[in-house]
Structure formats: structure tokens, C-alpha cells
């Protein structure tokens, strides 16, 4: 995973007053918190950070006001619900060789098995424990094959070197579903027979 560096400014204003004027700046108000230390209030500049919070779980490097570089990750992002412009973000301090609890994005591959069955994602995002700047983007489960009623338990999902599950074994990530609708039909078509007779 790489790092990715963003200057950031402490922040003295407080409010919904002077977050409107960070926003307006193309800034973005923030929080730096951890190791038992005061909470930091920072501003970002607004189109790093969105660039930088594509990747899931991104390491970033702060530079902050130009003289303390500290390691953060994402703990808690706040978008505009209609524009989806950054709000507000939380960063959690980091340090090299720390394990942190995190969540990885899952994503299927493969072709289920014949027959119309659909595939849930009970979790879309896996728990697990990793170091801080050893964290991986997302894993990756075959789903080739299963027929309905299958399911996939984190258990059963292989992970990088150096990442535990932060789950429990037995949690079901994925599950395959018997198609709905053929049999909703079916169960209307009788229900006709049974009105005309």
C-alpha cells in the first residue's frame, strides 16, 4: 500500500459558520485523533483528500503546517448526501508497524451456478486485523459453481500474509440465493387455476 501525502492546516474556528467557509475554500474541516493524545482539528485540501479516499483504507502522510509529518487512515467520512462532496473526515494516527482494526472491501468472482440464483453480499466489507501500513485494498472470493443455499464464512476466505480476521470464523460473508421471482409466478399461476375452478 503506498502512502499518499497531503498538506494539511490546524484549525482555530469552530462551528457549522466556519466549516461553511473551509468548504467554500475547496477545504475540508477534519479531525486527527489517537494515541491517547488531544484531538488535532485540521483542514484539508478538499480535491487531495477526495482523490486520496478512492482507495479504501488509504495510508496518508500528513504534513501538517509544514513541519509535523504523522501517519494517518480513515476512521469516519461524511459526504453531502445529494452532491457527495466532502463534508467532514476523521483520521485515526498511525504508526509504522501498529495493527489496526479495519474493513476490507469484498469483491465476487465466478459464475454461479446454472439456474437463475443470486448471489448476497451479507457483508460487503470484511473486519480484519492488519499493520497499519500493510493493509490490503480488498480480497477477493470465487463464487464459481455454487448453487443456492451455498454460503461463503470468512473462515473461508483466503487472506494476505500478516492479516487476521477481526470477525467471528464462522460469520457469513456471502450467500446464494434461490431465484424469487420464477417461483412467484408459479405461486400466482395456481392461485388463478384455483379462482377459475
Excluded: C, W
Amino acid at each position: 500500500m503506498s502512502e499518499v501525502k497531503i498538506a494539511a492546516e490546524t484549525r482555530t474556528e469552530f462551528g457549522k459558520g466556519a466549516a461553511r467557509r473551509i468548504r467554500r475554500e475547496d477545504k475540508v474541516p477534519g479531525v486527527l485523533y489517537g494515541h491517547g493524545s488531544d484531538p488535532i482539528h485540521l483542514t484539508f485540501p478538499g480535491h487531495e483528500l477526495l482523490l486520496a479516499l478512492r482507495t479504501p483504507n488509504v495510508l496518508i502522510a500528513l504534513d501538517i503546517d509544514g513541519k509535523s509529518n504523522e501517519l494517518a487512515i480513515p476512521k469516519s467520512v461524511q459526504r453531502d448526501p445529494l452532491k457527495g462532496f466532502l463534508e467532514h473526515v476523521d483520521l485515526q494516527l498511525v504508526t509504522r508497524g501498529e495493527k489496526v482494526q479495519v474493513e476490507i472491501p469484498v469483491q465476487a468472482e465466478g459464475e454461479l451456478a446454472p439456474g437463475g440464483n443470486l448471489l448476497e453480499y451479507v457483508l460487503d466489507a470484511l473486519p480484519v486485523e492488519a499493520e497499519a501500513t500493510h493493509i490490503p485494498e480488498g480480497v477477493t472470493v470465487s463464487v464459481e459453481g455454487l448453487e443456492a443455499g451455498a454460503s461463503v464464512l470468512a473462515k473461508d476466505i483466503k487472506l494476505p500474509g500478516g492479516v487476521t480476521l477481526a470477525v467471528e470464523e464462522d460469520a457469513v460473508v456471502l450467500q446464494v440465493l434461490a431465484a424469487q421471482a420464477e417461483e412467484a409466478s408459479e405461486g400466482a399461476e395456481e392461485g388463478e387455476e384455483a379462482a377459475e375452478a
